[in-house]
């Protein structure tokens, strides 16, 4: 005989959303305001939010996991979810609908029942039109890191760099040349931030002393540049 849960005291409701797997608990917080009170309730714990933004701008919202981590030996639940206008994707294996819901209202939704106050890192992995960098700014306003990979060419690299870059709070890393002699190197290194790190392993950052006398980012990391000696001397 089925059981309405929300009929249950409220001692045996909270134990019921403890237990509820996870891609259950978050389809029952879409169905009124109540439940996704209760679901907030729950106090439930995923892993630091890891948005990866693609070239389809689905932004992929999931838990960011290191290569040698051990996935049964979590403390808290991992989800991977992709996040289209009114619907998102549990897993690769099912999903919710919610025709009023954009990308936006999906990851606001996420944040607040899980009780997340800012996205731990966004990644810019694959091309993507320019002209979704507003969108990424509208759907995160704030974030604690931000990767651009190494798939960038150098024009978008840069306008993603000085579009995002002031979105996150503690660390940048760009794995694309900006330095190119088309652009200015003055732009990126005038930057207001607190921790950028600068990697092109294919091509070496060409710098002159002038350029980084100029730096205003407290911690940089350049870890593959071409400084000349006469310009060390």
Not at 104 to 110: G, L
Not at 135 to 148: A, G
Not at 183 to 194: E, F, I, Q
Request: glycine fraction near 2%; charge should be negative; aromatic fraction near 10%.
């Amino acid at each position: 005989m089925p059981i309405r849960i929300l009929a249950l005291p409220a001692k045996d409701l909270q134990h019921t959303l403890k237990c509820m797997d996870i891609g259950d608990l978050i389809a029952f917080s879409l169905c009124s305001i109540r439940t996704k009170n209760l679901a907030k309730s729950s106090n439930r714990k995923i892993e630091p939010i890891f948005v990866e933004v693609c070239f389809h701008l689905t932004s992929k919202e999931y838990e960011e996991i290191g290569e040698e981590v051990d996935l049964f030996a979590r403390d808290h639940d991992y989800i991977f979810l992709i996040v289209f206008d009114y619907v998102t994707v549990f897993d690769n294996r099912s999903g919710w609908q919610k025709w009023e819901f954009t990308r936006s209202d999906w990851i606001a939704h996420f944040m607040s029942i899980f009780n997340e106050s800012i996205v731990h890192k966004l990644e810019v992995s694959d091309y993507c039109p320019q002209s979704h960098l507003d969108d990424i700014k509208h759907l995160i306003p704030k974030l604690r890191k931000l990767r651009i990979s190494h798939l960038q060419g150098t024009e978008f690299a840069k306008k993603a760099f000085l579009k995002l870059s002031p979105l996150a709070i503690e660390q940048v890393e760009i794995h694309t040349n900006v330095f190119s002699n088309k652009y200015k190197t003055s732009d990126v290194l005038t930057s207001n931030l607190n921790s950028v790190s600068f990697n092109d392993w294919k091509k070496p950052l060409k710098l002159e002393i002038d350029e980084l006398l100029v730096v205003n980012i407290i911690n940089l990391t350049i870890k593959n540049a071409n400084i000349t000696d006469n310009e060390l001397n």
